[in-house]
């Protein structure tokens, strides 16, 4: 059989609204595997789910019913306020979105934040799930679709909306039927490979026998070219050095020893779907996702570190997520915004800056690409905030 085309979609939306729930009736298991996100009740990290969707007649299904079409790879990002920079990273790796919007309580200020950061990260695939439908009258749930489809605006005006009951497991094939109809985008295979890397795991159990150890473990997604078991690679930034003063990174050469694709086991890998790439580094770079927001390479391919970046920019006319309405002042020489650059997150300081472009002066050195997507956040009532977006140029 030939391999199914995969596509990475994310799944947005306010805290509370179902997004979790709506990705266990869709792939049939919990992402939430964190023992703090499981007791708190919340996504903490981002969270993976892999899928065959089938076709059998006009039903769409994940029960292997039919004919199989897609394969999809989901990225549950969390939907709290303190959370952002992790959206803001999830949001690198995805094809297509899902925005789920509780029929029950409507737009919400993490809503207008989670569109917001599509628009930032060039996301131009979407469809809405209007959740919990069952919670409310016919009347109601026409009033919030009318409320859903005027907050679209212009940009994501062609964007479907879903009633669903995520709960009740109403209508979750129309969203797989969505799903098929997104467009796979064009896969750079023969160009250098560029994993982005957003976590970096110890598979280890305690106990472990030093001959069964394996390396530490790096998850994320590549966005072009292939990577094969045996490759000789470079993870840039690096490490962190330096206990005090000036920091610097080193990057890291090491070997890959294993790759999947979702849980199953693989010689080589193309672009799409969430992967996992096993290396001979010591097991403790591995944790705590100390290498997320690296880019990992074949030797040698990669830019060197930059500390320096300049941007064409767009401001938002007001801050999103914010329970009253606040205006986006201009971006002043000086001031410190937080950057979501791929997959990392970092702070810089405004250097030269104009009414459509800027210099900046990054806090860690990052790994830069021209035309790659920038967030821009600002701290306002002391939380970052979304204020806007930048190209590199």
Known sequence: MTELETINVGIFGHIDHGKTTLLKQLSGRWADTHSEELKRGITIKL???????????????????????????????????MLMATTLSGATLIDAAILVI??????????????????????????????????????????????IKKFLGEKYSSAEIIPVSAQQGVNIGEILRAITEFKIPERKINAEPIFMIARSFDINKPGTPPKNLKGAVLGGALKQGILKVGDEIEIRPGRIIGESGEKKTVPINTKILGLFKGSKSVTELTPGGSMAVE???????????????????????????????????????EVFGTSTQIKVERIEKKELLMLSINTS?????????????????????????????????RKVQGHWRLIGFGEVI
């Open 47 to 81: 969270g993976y789910a892999d899928i065959t969707i089938y076709k059998e007649n006009k039903d769409y299904n994940i029960e292997k019913r039919g004919t199989p079409i897609r394969q999809v790879s989901f990225i549950d990002s969390p939907g709290h306020e």
């Open 345 to 377: 997150i970092t702070g810089g300081t405004i250097g030269e800056i104009n009414e459509k472009e800027a210099t900046i002066d990054l806090k860690v050195p990052t790994i830069i690409f021209r035309g790659d997507n920038i967030g821009i956040a």
């Open 102 to 147: 509780a029929a029950n309580e409507g737009i919400k200020p993490q809503t207008r934040e989670h569109l917001m950061t599509l628009q930032a990260k060039k996301v131009e695939q979407l469809v809405v799930v209007q959740n919990k439908i069952d919670l409310v009258d016919k009347q109601k749930a026409k009033a919030n679709h009318n409320e």
């Open 279 to 317: 290396t001979s580094l010591d097991m403790a770079l591995g944790k705590g996702d100390l290498l997320s927001g690296n880019i990992l390479s074949h030797v040698d391919k990669l830019p060197e570190n930059s500390q320096r970046v300049r941007i064409k920019y767009t401001l938002f006319p």
